[in-house]
């Protein structure tokens, strides 16, 4: 999709460095918590991603919101749809630099599993009312459907994946909760948020798919649904380059608006793929690192040149107060985050409106956290209007 459509930016070097003495190796992966026989026809990575897919939450992240709530309109993001583009950005990248694209997709495909109804709304209501029980985070989350949430095998709860694509999904985690995860799992993927080590190079691409993912994808969806303009984006310098060179090359293409931004999107895009590669390769080079064990002990190593660095942070500050913020999605938020709180409450007062396994569990409220945060929004929605009797949103 990039480099056959768009001239190379000045100053990028081809044929790229191959990474791969640095890339994770499925042969050599750490491997699970419980011991399985190799998959005769798939590598650990491919079979990690196999089961990403094929798992419950993973279906769910087609009815969870992203920015727009699930239902405004049928061809926004959803979480599932963000996961693909991330995965695809991810791939991408990795492809170029010689990592390993299984594990990468993987990663991707998982790393937002841990969601909450309601995007961001949800994920800061949740955490509210598990203020004395824990807190919630979803990262944390999403390490927990995929170790213990998701109930698909008959000898282990979870998805038993491979190490390396754990680690990946724990994308960030506060000290408190690495420490509680280094008591159940010594060693394992709670450590380097104690030591302050790196994840592997295909975890750190991951970070950066999901930020150039959801900043281009944004774009489109708010100027779709009319809550910021095309004139409110040309403050925005990434932006407003690529939509001069767009109508430079394409005077024609004036009248035609939307197509001036998807391709100006896709400048956007190229540039910052054609930049992670560039500027990772040369971090790599510098750091000196000769194997994945160097890898974890050097500082982050894929990363955007400081130039594209500042212009992303731009766009990200433009997006969260012109969109992210803006009063129609604010009021929304309000109401999604009244759903959470109420849900919380009513499951928290009268358990046996759970399921059997989570009214059963000891600690309540992490079994009510979990519940709520495996909900789509529709389903939170119809759980609150049966419990609650009021309709919201
Ligand atoms: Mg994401």
Do not use: W
Request: charged letters at 25%; hydrophobic letters at 40%; glycine letters at 6%.
């Amino acid at each position: 999709m990039y480099a056959e459509s768009l001239e190379l930016p000045v100053g990028s070097s081809q044929p790229l460095a191959s990474l791969s003495a640095l890339a994770c190796d499925p042969a050599h992966s750490r491997g699970r918590r419980f011991a399985e026989p190799p998959a005769p026809t798939r590598n650990a990575y491919q079979r990690d991603r196999d089961r990403i897919v094929h798992s419950t939450a993973f279906r769910r992240l087609v009815y969870k919101t992203q920015v727009f709530l699930n239902h405004e309109g049928d061809l926004f993001r959803t979480r599932l749809t963000h996961s693909l583009e991330v995965a695809q950005l991810g791939r991408s990248i990795a492809r170029a630099l010689g990592l390993n694209e299984d594990l990468v997709e993987a990663i991707a495909l998982a790393h937002d599993l841990g969601h909450t109804p309601f995007g961001h709304a949800g994920q800061d209501t949740l955490n509210e009312c598990m203020a004395n029980h824990g807190g919630f985070e979803h990262n944390l989350q999403s390490l927990r459907v995929v170790d213990q949430l998701e109930e698909r095998y008959p000898a282990f709860d979870g998805l038993n994946l491979s190490f390396e694509a754990r680690e990946g999904v724990l994308k960030h985690c506060s000290r408190v909760n690495a420490e509680h995860l280094e008591r159940s799992e010594p060693g394992g993927v709670g450590r380097r948020f104690i030591d302050h080590t790196q994840p592997s190079l295909e975890a750190q691409l991951c970070n950066l798919a999901d930020a150039i993912a959801y900043n281009a994808h944004d774009i489109d969806d708010g100027v779709r649904s009319g809550l910021i303009s095309i004139e409110q984006l040309l403050q925005v310098e990434l932006f407003a380059h690529y939509h001069q060179l767009t109508l430079d090359q394409h005077p024609g293409l004036s009248e035609k608006p939307r197509r001036v931004m998807y391709e100006t999107i896709r400048r956007m895009l190229s540039d910052q793929v054609y930049d992670v590669i560039d500027t990772t390769r040369l971090a790599v080079a510098d750091s000196g690192a000769d194997s994945l064990a160097q890898v974890r002990l050097a500082g982050p190593l894929v990363a955007f040149s400081l130039n594209m660095k500042s212009r992303s942070i731009e766009l990200k500050k433009f997006l969260f107060g012109q969109l992210y913020r803006h009063p129609q999605v604010m009021q929304t938020t309000g109401q999604a985050q009244q759903v959470v709180r109420e849900l919380f409450a009513a499951y928290v007062s009268q358990p046996a409106e759970m399921p059997a396994d989570f009214a059963a569990n000891d600690d309540l409220h992490r079994s009510v956290a979990d519940y709520i945060a495996g909900m789509t929004d529709r389903f939170a929605l119809r759980e609150h209007e049966r419990l609650t009797g009021r309709k919201l949103l």
